[in-house]
């Protein structure tokens, strides 16, 4: 039974959820609100738990591999998720280990196994966090449609803590050599992502309906960008350039980089290429993700402001700053400034 009490000059109310942790809730002040008043919400807090805690015993929770391929539809033909190949690989993996048990069965203690365990089979870590962001969200998802009501064993057990924010930037000595090793292809690919600041689903699977030449934009659909919002791309004189040759050589392909018939197919093909460019231009340590590094830390250090960079590639200005922004000099200079006023 839950109880109401003053806490300051407040009513507050005292009552166990569903999940039998002590909630507190303030209702209002004294004088505007009355005991009475803050009993009566309380009473109807949990008459609402008891209806809850009654649905959940005639709902039967399923097993992780029962809920998983409901979840994978979901995913993939309502979400549209563009990362759905890695979150059916996340669930597979996890399945494998806890697939016959009950969602209701799996502990942050189990959560915490599947970490040592694929640790010790030679996983990254920042895999193992990809991977448990995903089974995260299965948990969130069985929950939100009464088909768990228990607390979500991964938020319980934590997500390892990741220290790899170290950028590596191609110098232009580098972005040279590189272009000279690599295909026209492979080329046309990596002028596209230096000049933009796209993602590598967002440039390797470009389709000619979201450009616009005439108005100068690229539009990236919400369901094509990481944060699932529309982004809008302008298009400088050596993207367009690019888009007019492989336009020449498109012969009707709504692609506009068509390098294989499957998503993983043309994945496969730009590491393989880039890797290859890379060691005959003698370059070492730079990944495809690093073109969108190079691209900001350019436009940072031409003084591009923040929040314009934030809109043109899709990473929050906190982001930035943080990683790309050279913080001590900008502060350094921030109060220099203010000494002109003295």
Not at 282 to 296: P, V
Request: charged share 30%.
């Amino acid at each position: 039974m839950g109880t109401v009490f003053k806490r300051g000059d407040s009513w507050v109310i005292e009552y166990k959820d569903t999940s039998n942790k002590l909630r507190r809730k303030t209702i209002g002040k004294v004088g505007i609100v009355t005991k009475t008043m803050a009993r009566e919400i309380l009473y109807q807090n949990e008459r609402q738990i008891k209806r809850k805690q009654l649905d959940m015993l005639d709902v039967v929770i399923p097993s992780f591999n029962g809920i998983s391929s409901e979840y994978l539809h979901h995913q993939k033909e309502v979400k549209q998720i563009r990362s759905y190949s890695r979150t059916a690989q996340a669930v597979s993996h996890f399945s494998k280990l806890f697939g016959t048990r009950k969602l209701s069965e799996i502990s942050a203690s189990d959560i915490d196994s599947y970490k040592q365990r694929r640790l010790k089979g030679g996983i990254k870590l920042n895999t193992i966090v990809r991977d448990l962001v995903v089974i995260r969200h299965l948990f969130n998802y069985a929950y939100n449609r009464k088909k768990f009501f228990g607390r979500n064993p991964v938020s319980e057990s934590g997500l390892p803590q990741i220290n790899d924010k170290k950028e590596r930037i191609l110098t232009t000595v580098e972005q040279e050599r590189l272009l000279n090793n690599s295909t026209p292809e492979l080329s046309a690919i990596i002028r596209l992502a230096l000049n933009t600041g796209m993602r590598r689903d967002e440039f390797l699977f470009l389709k000619w309906g979201w450009v616009n030449l005439q108005e100068g934009l690229i539009t990236l659909p919400h369901t094509h960008t990481k944060s699932n919002k529309s982004r809008k791309v302008p298009i400088n004189k050596v993207v367009r350039k690019i888009l007019l040759e492989k336009k020449l050589q498109s012969d009707g392909n709504n692609n506009v980089f068509h390098v294989s018939d499957t998503m993983s197919g043309s994945r496969t093909w730009l590491q393989r290429t880039f890797r290859k460019a890379c060691k005959q231009a003698g370059i070492e340590g730079l990944r495809i993700h690093d073109l969108k590094h190079t691209a900001i830390t350019r436009m940072v250090e031409a003084g591009i402001p923040l929040i314009d960079i934030s809109k043109i590639v899709g990473t929050s200005i906190k982001l930035i700053v943080d990683r790309y922004s050279h913080q001590k000099e900008s502060l350094k200079k921030a109060v220099d400034i203010l000494a002109n006023y003295s």
